[in-house]
């Protein structure tokens, strides 16, 4: 998924993202390597914090 990419771009780091949309680091860091697929409210909660449009990660 393109989170990681994007989060980096920002340099934030897993855990500033996950208290941003208070969500756990463990959470972020297996959206990034594919063992969870974000529902679309979170998806979009990921989306507004990394400034970029739900499209951007299909």
Known sequence: ???K???NL???TQTELADK???SRSYISKIEN???CPNL???NRISIALNESIEYFF
């Open 34 to 36: 594919g063992q969870r």
């Open 10 to 12: 920002l340099n934030l």
């Open 1 to 3: 998924m393109k989170v």
């Open 5 to 7: 990419e994007k989060r």
């Open 21 to 23: 949309i208070q969500l």
């Open 41 to 43: 409210k979170t998806l």
